[in-house]
């Protein structure tokens, strides 16, 4: 697998999120990941951050916590795992077993003016991972490692990371509500809390 690779950030959030049942949580980061989640299909059990970012990780982990039989899906970007970077060791020490942390790398900060992140300058988030104790870490890079990252999400059994390499071609915004009351309650009442 090549890392040169980009896949269609869209194609892959339908992809991971097609078929699924009310036993997958989502969490999504800043921007970019809650408009495709949103475009895949709107689901009482999304919880979309809204200026928050670096929160996108931690959240899930709490939630993953707190929901131990359900699954957990993060999926968020690589500037916003940047600035959330420290979550990952606190999971690596938690490693809840319905935890993954799905990060789209395009290599730019798309929410600030796509400027240029450190992705794209050598950081390697999956080797920062796997040095945080996480146990399955991988590096996603075409759309059959998307399918075989959906089956393992949907299994569980260890925290997992997966780094998905993405176009940094903007995609037309999908937005859902931006009021985070609303949608606070909202999933708080899917989980039936």
Request: proline share 3%; charged share 20%.
């Amino acid at each position: 697998m090549s890392r040169s690779n980009k896949l269609d950030r869209r194609a892959v959030a339908r992809a991971l999120l097609d078929g699924r049942d009310d036993n997958l949580l989502v969490v999504t980061g800043l921007g970019s990941t809650t408009y495709d989640a949103f475009a895949a299909g709107d689901h009482d059990l999304n919880f979309y951050l809204w200026g928050a970012m670096g929160g996108a990780a931690i959240m899930g982990l709490g939630i993953a916590l707190a929901q131990p039989d359900r699954q957990v899906l993060v999926i968020t970007g690589d500037g916003e795992m940047l600035m959330g970077m420290g979550a990952l060791a606190t999971i690596g020490v938690q490693h809840p077993a319905n935890l993954s942390i799905v990060a789209f790398d395009n290599a730019h900060y798309g929410e600030t003016g796509m400027q240029a992140s450190h992705t794209g300058k050598g950081v390697d988030l999956v080797g920062v991972a796997k040095a945080c104790g996480i146990p399955d870490c991988r590096d996603v890079n075409d759309m059959e490692g998307v399918a075989e990252l959906k089956t393992r999400i949907r299994q569980g059994g260890s925290t997992l990371f997966a780094r998905v390499g993405i176009s940094a071609e903007e995609t037309p915004r999908a937005l859902p509500t931006r009021d985070g009351v609303e949608l606070k309650l909202r999933f708080r009442k899917a989980l039936g809390v």
